[in-house]
């Protein structure tokens, strides 16, 4: 299964991004879907998910100014990053997720300047 990431680059600090996220519809609708983030020379967090009853959930350092969302008619994850901050650079990546089972896509950076 590939889920198809989109929407990094880079952008100065206070500026937006929006990242996308394509999976196959036989199993969008029943995964809890998200990102992780992974910085130079740091661990692999967790961003933000959304399930599949729109219950979301958000890190600490993103909450307020980042929103992960969903559309079903279209099998993709959004997550729209307003107020981007230097530490939020790193490689993005989207996965889908149902009990232990997990998709991962393949990981899109974002870059944000001072």
């Known amino acids: 299964v590939q889920l198809q990431a989109s929407g990094g680059g880079l952008v100065q600090a206070g500026g937006s991004l929006r990242l996308s996220c394509a999976a196959p519809g036989s199993i969008f609708s029943g995964y809890d879907m998200g990102w992780y983030r992974q910085a130079p020379g740091k661990q692999r967090e967790l961003v933000a998910r959304v399930t599949t009853y729109d219950n979301t959930l958000y890190a600490d350092s993103v909450r307020g100014r980042f929103a992960i969302s969903r559309d079903n008619a279209k099998n993709t994850v959004y997550l729209q990053m307003n107020s981007l901050k230097l530490e939020d650079t790193g490689v993005y990546y989207c996965?889908?997720?149902?009990?232990?089972?997990?998709?991962w896509g393949q990981g899109t950076q974002v870059t944000v300047s001072s």
């Open positions: 996965y889908a997720r149902w009990s232990y089972q997990i998709y």
